[in-house]
Each structure stands twice: as structure tokens, then as C-alpha cells.
């Protein structure tokens, strides 16, 4: 198993930028596919990111491509987004998660972190 911790989250206007970090512990963390996540109020969890094991493949949702950078370290067991141009439509809690496959589905995701939030204002 693999526990995960997500932090960076916070308040940040329109154009902005915000770093989310996700730290692993327990299993080895380079045995896994990593993913960030993220839900709005109301509305069900999306896909933002995902990262190969060795970081040689990343995919990202349209929503954020050119935007967002999904990247890990895996000497450290941490994962990363670095959030740029943020928009208020960004607005919502971001999940990391791993997988031992590589999906875009949340529900293919074995382990969870609790969340951070972000917010940005207009």
C-alpha cells in the first residue's frame, strides 16, 4: 500500500499559479502510475494529469493542457502539479492518486490522498 498526502492548495486569483505536492509513503513509490484529480462542488471527480512510472509519458485533459505540469521526483516520493494561468473554473478539491495501471479513469486508481483545495477568484 501506498498512503498519500496532497499540500500547495490555497487561494489564489485569476491568472495565478499554485504548486500542489503529493507525498508517498509506504510502498515504493516508483511502482506506480500517478494521476491528479480534481472535483468541483456538485459535480463528479475529473481527470486533470497522469505520469508514467519513470515520468517518460504524461497525458493531461484538455481542460489544462499547455496550463498545467504534472512532473514527480522519485528520489524524494513526490508527485507534482505546477498550476499556471489558473482560472476560476479551476476551482475545486485536487486529488493525487496511483495506479498500477495507466488510466485516465478515477476509478482505476487504487490509493487516494484526502484532497487540498484550491480556489481562485475572478
Known amino acids: 500500500q501506498v498512503q498519500l498526502v496532497e499540500s500547495g492548495g490555497g487561494l489564489v486569483q485569476a491568472g495565478g499559479s499554485l504548486r500542489l505536492s503529493c507525498a508517498a509513503s509506504?510502498?515504493?513509490?516508483?511502482?506506480?502510475?500517478m494521476g491528479w484529480f480534481r472535483q468541483a462542488p456538485g459535480k463528479e471527480r475529473e481527470f486533470v494529469a497522469r505520469?508514467?512510472?519513470?515520468?517518460?509519458?504524461?497525458f493531461y485533459d484538455d481542460s489544462v493542457k499547455g496550463r498545467f505540469t504534472i512532473s514527480r521526483d522519485n528520489t524524494k516520493n513526490t508527485l507534482y502539479l505546477q498550476m499556471n494561468s489558473l482560472k476560476p473554473e479551476d476551482t475545486a478539491v485536487y486529488y493525487c492518486?496511483?495506479?498500477?495501471?495507466?488510466?485516465?479513469?478515477?476509478?482505476?486508481?487504487?490509493?487516494w490522498g484526502q484532497g487540498t483545495q484550491v480556489t481562485v477568484s475572478s
Open positions: 492518486a496511483a495506479s498500477t495501471g495507466a488510466y485516465s479513469s478515477a476509478a482505476r486508481y487504487d490509493y
Open positions: 509506504g510502498d515504493t513509490f516508483s511502482s506506480y502510475n
Open positions: 505520469i508514467s512510472r519513470r515520468a517518460g509519458f504524461t
